[in-house]
């Protein structure tokens, strides 16, 4: 193990408890992993793109169909991650080697915070509302005394 898979294993805390959320997140993680060792950084850079167009794309979808409160907060986040992946994108297409090793170094960091705050609270929210959905439903005292 070299000393860059050391660290981002150490800053593996992306988990949020809901288990679709988290399983994305660990993929996530694996592909920052691929990134930090070098070679092929083209296709490393086109997986972890897409990946992340599925990741927050799944995330933003998760949020309009349980009527997330702070949904537009949390979509600026997402866009402002895509266009800073595209933009490395574009830099390594015209030739910045360097700009790879800086987004793979960078990228935890910001993802541990966005993970750890906005992903939380969505897997709480999530979380709750399967619990209410699994429930048995209660019925009311006058349903009560006439059964
Ligand atoms: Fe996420
Ligand atoms: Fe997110």
């Known amino acids: 193990m070299t ?3 050391q660290t981002v294993s150490d800053l593996g805390c992306f ?6 959320m988290d ?14 060792r070098s070679g092929d950084e083209g296709e490393k850079l086109l997986a ?10 799944q ?10 409160p702070a949904c537009e907060c949390h979509q600026r986040e997402h866009e402002l991650l895509l266009e800073v992946v595209a933009e490395v994108r574009r830099r390594f297409d015209a030739g910045d080697s360097e700009i790879v090793a800086r987004l793979a170094e ?18 709480v929210h999530l979380r709750e509302r399967e619990a209410v959905a699994a429930a048995p439903a209660q019925r009311a005292p006058a349903e009560e005394a006439a059964a």
């Open 3 to 5: 000393d860059n898979e």
């Open 15 to 20: 988990e949020v408890g809901y288990a679709p």
């Open 23 to 36: 399983e994305m997140h660990r993929e996530f993680h694996e592909l920052v992993r691929a990134l930090q």
């Open 48 to 57: 972890l793109h897409e990946h992340l167009l599925r990741h927050c794309a």
């Open 59 to 68: 995330e933003e979808r998760w949020m309009r169909d349980s009527r997330f």
């Open 106 to 123: 960078e990228l935890p960091q910001w993802f541990e915070a966005h993970a750890n705050s906005m992903d939380a609270a969505l897997g």
